[in-house]
């Protein structure tokens, strides 16, 4: 199998579902993408990298920026952050707020906004914000050894002045004793950490540990315990979509992460670490165009953690 014939047929399979569904406007710096953006990069265990369209233009990565502070806050507190945010798919969106209140201001997994805040917080004790955005964006240059990677402070900043909902979510938490620095700092650094601004092939190059057992390259350092690697993966597979997990199972079969930008890694254990970007979103707030690039890639690969 050649895998730069597989992305050229990828991109016929999807050519002409190109600029579907509905670019995020909640946040109104992200309103402004041309829904016809499409790319694809495909990075393998061996290093060797696949591209098609524009894989090499940078785009809001969003959500996919969880896994990396997820990662980031298990090396830092380990276990022990199970005990603010839990391990199970919410089933209900990415911003919602209806668990929280039965569930004592534990968010159901690290994925929803709820989880990825107090994620944020866990980072943010004992620092300034700005030395924890410091060490989110050193991780992501170290995963790609790629120091042009920024986070985009206009996104931020336009998330910040619309963010009401990640706000309520955050005080509603506080209330609980969930959030243990000032609200409005915890929420600059989801904020900020959202706003990573990355391309295709920098983002499928940061996830290739999780493909990896944990590694870096092939043989090279480690990141994570390959059991902290299988770990993550499974709550990208159970979690990563939302209230779309699901489907997203069902239809490419690989762990992933999606992101409102328009963005989704996707990890395949021993293979490949997939980023696509295309940014029409569907009814969930996930990537449409993406999934279904995704689910033909799955086919013809015949990668899945399924069999
Ligand atoms: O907090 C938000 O709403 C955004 N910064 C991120 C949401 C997101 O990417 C959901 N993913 N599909």
Known sequence: ???EDVLKDVLVDVADHIGEGKVAN????LAKIDPRKFGMAVVTVDGDIH???DAEEAFSIQSISKVFTLTLALGRVGEGLWKRVGREPSGTPFNSIVQLEQEQGIPRNPFINAGAIVVA???LSGHQPRETLGEILSFMRYLTDDDTIIIDAEVARSEQQTGFRNAALANYMHAFSNIHNPVEKTLGVYFHQCALSMNCVQLAKAGLFLANRGLLTRGGRSVVSWERARR?????LTCGHYDASGDFAFRVGLPGKSGVGGGILAIAPGKAAIAVWSPGL???GNSATGTKALESLARRTGWSIFG
């Open 1 to 3: 199998m050649q895998l």
């Open 26 to 29: 909640y946040i109104p710096a």
């Open 51 to 53: 591209v098609t369209g």
């Open 121 to 123: 917080d866990t980072l």
């Open 232 to 236: 993550i993966n499974a709550l990208m």
């Open 282 to 284: 569907n009814a969930n």
